[in-house]
């Protein structure tokens, strides 16, 4: 798919799992929760952190950052609590034939 960047099958993101994959310049993390779908940049709206490193709690549905513990969720990518203030950029996930796809759709 044009402009879409494949991340994994269906089989490899399983619920509670997440996945990474580089978009172009933009890492993105895609989240199974509960069956949904959702993809956030991989990168903390503190001080850049990846979030790849980080905590998925799939009951809360949040992202933890290891660095000073900002958690962010992961279906619309606000911040739950300091130090982070600022939302993490949310793409869109696509599934193709037991493929995901995600993509950077900012301008
Ligand atoms: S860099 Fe993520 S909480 Fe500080």
Excluded at 3 to 30: H, N, Q, Y
Excluded at 42 to 55: A, P
Excluded at 66 to 78: K, P, S, T, W
Aim: glycine residues 10%; contains cysteine.
């Amino acid at each position: 798919m044009r402009g879409w960047e494949f991340v994994c099958t269906t089989a490899e993101l399983l619920p509670g799992e997440k996945r990474s994959v580089w978009a172009g310049d933009t890492a993105i993390l895609v989240f199974n929760l509960d069956g949904d779908l959702h993809a956030l940049e991989d990168r903390c709206s503190h001080e850049d952190f990846e979030l790849s490193s980080g905590t998925f709690d799939a009951a809360e549905g949040s992202i933890e950052c290891i660095l000073h513990g900002a958690r962010f969720d992961v279906r619309d990518g606000r911040a739950l609590c300091a130090p982070a203030y600022a939302p993490v950029a949310k793409f869109p996930v696509r599934v193709v034939d037991g493929a995901v796809y995600t993509r950077d759709d900012r301008g």
